[in-house]
């Protein structure tokens, strides 16, 4: 029973403790107070984020682009516009109109036909004059075009504010000018060009100027076009861009919940489940890698450990700490009968093959009832029912368990029987009651087990079926316990070695669900026989074991309970005799 694996609960801590610090109690905290997103809702976030984020900075960089370029491309087309424009103004015709008095001229309505055609070819002016300077250095109107005809000035109206392209255009070197910003006036907001009209001898002062004016609306509907066509399509890349991110956040996240997949089944415990992927991201290949180190090594210990009280710790959320705890469970310690003299029958090979099927059978039937392998001690298991968590029914999952093992070790006894090996049997003691149970060694090397006098007291009862010829022997509680799962016997009234009190102990027999009828036969003699054995019957305890020895030959407890009656048939015990034995052998 000491001689325990020694790197057992080491383990355990290094697996458990690990895990705590993900998803254990700390962890857990953690979790309620911070709120988490998945990596694929976190990547996706981000490469959206960025596409968007990107989108705008270059929308508003293209938009003040745009908005230069059409502010920068107007005026050149103004400025070309009022040049050719001046050029076409005959200054012969235009020095004639003087006052408003020539406005019904010739000359005044060629002019400002030629004004009209130039506004019809350049739409987006709204306004074309022509001006001329008198002797006191004021600008005046000379020909007005307006769209609106209640805006229009006439011959003579002097400018109240002249812009400095108006002026500039009267100054040597006489050539075309613009308005840098934008000019407010009484008929809204403009951008004004100015060009001379050029007397024939173009070294002369100008016959007068013309300058035309492109409302700021106009410019604004240009920029606010290209807006909503810069609007269009960075919307369309934002589409395309959040339906490329959705797939590339995909293909980057996939693997990745692969690996939390992966953890999460190492982190349970569940290390028979490994399905291998591939990434091209370089990082999560090498995680992946040390992952599948990681579970390699694990279930390497695996061998070495009861990993079904890992995983059940684990769920419980319980550190490997140096720690115990009073609860009451079942507890099992099975043999294998005369094994000394079987393995010197075998080879080192042979030997480690059946003992590995012998360990194989039986830890399946302990886990598949709920039972958790304590540990290996040579040929013997030491099973544990109702800890690390605790199960009501922990008595009957270890009888049940039990007759599972005998069923399995009768056939495999047949098998290797056939293959020239030597029969196997078991020997089991079954005992339930308060035990100390938890975590025992020092903080860097640990080994859950369970102590205490009804853990002993089940070691006692396994070794017990050798006195008795019998293969499962329970204690007092457990037959409480499971007399109505299962069919049970009393064997005797003893008080083992090490033991103060007497006990009754129990043969477990059969589960009960199907018995035969030479068993239940068997039974009623041998019942009635024990009770008049505790009752000083002798005589009639004496017909009642033959009776139940003819139903079931070479019964053990049988036997030895006849030849008990008889003697005390010759040498009665005294009156105080209470049935109880004492047991001296383990």
């Known amino acids: 029973m000491i001689k325990n694996n020694l790197f057992e609960l080491k383990y355990l801590v290094l697996t ?21 997103f998945s990596i694929r809702f976190t990547v996706g976030s981000a490469i959206v984020s960025m596409i968007i984020l990107t989108a705008l900075l270059m929308g508003l960089f293209t938009f003040y682009f745009i908005k230069n370029l059409v502010l920068s491309d107007t005026k050149k087309r103004l400025e070309n516009a009022v040049a050719f424009s001046a050029h076409e103004v005959d200054p012969d015709l235009h020095s004639m109109i003087r006052s408003r008095r020539d406005e019904s001229g010739p000359a005044y309505q060629e002019i400002k036909r030629i004004l009209k055609k130039i506004q019809s070819n350049f739409p987006d002016s709204r306004l074309i004059s022509t001006f001329r300077m008198n002797d006191e250095g ?19 109206t002097v400018v109240q504010e002249p812009n400095d392209s108006m002026l500039s255009a009267f100054k040597v070197p006489f050539k075309t000018y613009m308005d840098n910003d934008f000019v407010h006036d009484d008929r809204g907001v403009w951008l004004t060009g100015c060009a001379p009209i050029h007397k024939k001898n173009q070294t002369e002062t100008p016959e007068g100027i013309l300058c035309m004016d492109i409302p700021s609306s106009a410019i604004s509907a240009m ?20 339906i490329l991110a959705s797939l590339l956040s995909k293909a980057i996240t996939r693997s990745l919940v692969r690996l939390e997949y992966e953890m999460a089944q190492i982190q349970d415990f569940n290390l028979e489940e490994s399905q291998l992927f591939e990434s091209r991201i370089v990082e999560i290949e090498r995680m992946k890698m040390a992952l599948e180190n990681m579970r390699n090594g694990l279930v390497s210990f695996k061998k070495y450990v009861p990993s079904d009280l890992v995983r059940k710790l684990i769920k419980l959320r319980k550190e490997a700490v140096l720690e115990a705890e009073k609860k009451q469970i079942t507890v099992m310690f099975m043999d294998i009968e005369n094994f000394t003299t079987i393995s010197e029958k075998l080879n080192a090979d ?49 009888c049940r368990a039990a007759i599972d093992c005998r069923k399995f070790i009768e056939i495999f006894s047949r098998e290797i029987e056939l293959s020239g090996f030597p029969a196997m049997n078991i020997r089991v003691g079954i ?9 025992f060694g020092y903080e860097k090397r640990l080994s859950y087990t369970a102590i205490g006098k009804n853990i002993n007291l089940a070691s006692r009862l396994e070794g017990l079926n050798r006195i008795y010829g019998t293969r499962i022997i329970i204690g007092e509680e457990t037959n409480k316990a499971v007399r109505d799962s299962f069919i049970t ?33 068997f039974l009623q003699f041998y019942d009635r026989g024990f009770s008049n054995y505790l009752g000083r019957k002798w005589s009639e305890a004496c017909e009642d074991f033959k009776m139940a020895l003819e139903v ?34 383990k």
């Open 552 to 585: 079931r030959k070479q019964d053990g407890p049988s036997e030895i309970l006849l030849k008990r009656c008889l003697e005390f048939m010759a040498s009665p015990p005294p009156d105080d005799w209470d049935g109880v034995k004492k047991i001296m052998e």
């Open 489 to 521: 016997r009393p064997i005797d009234v003893v008080v083992v070695k090490g033991g103060i009190s007497g006990n009754t102990i129990y043969e477990l027999m059969d589960d009960g669900r199907t018995p035969d009828s030479g068993l239940i036969e």
């Open 350 to 398: 042979t030997l480690a093959w059946i003992m590995g099927e012998f360990f194989k059978g039986m830890t399946e039937r302990i886990m598949s009832n709920s039972g958790i392998v304590d540990k290996y001690i040579g040929d013997a298991i030491m099973a544990i029912w109702g800890a690390p968590d605790d199960n009501e029914s922990h008595a009957v999952l270890a």
């Open 138 to 156: 004021n600008l005046y109107f000379v020909v007005d075009v307006d769209e609106i005809e209640e805006f229009l000035d006439h011959v003579g």
């Open 16 to 36: 458990s403790g690990k895990i705590n610090v993900a998803v254990g109690k700390s962890g857990g905290a953690s979790l309620l107070k911070t709120r988490h």
């Open 431 to 439: 005992n339930s009651g308060e035990a100390v149970v938890g975590n």
């Open 223 to 242: 920029i606010h076009h290209y807006f909503l066509v810069i609007i269009g399509a960075f919307a369309i890349f934002g589409v395309v861009g959040i």
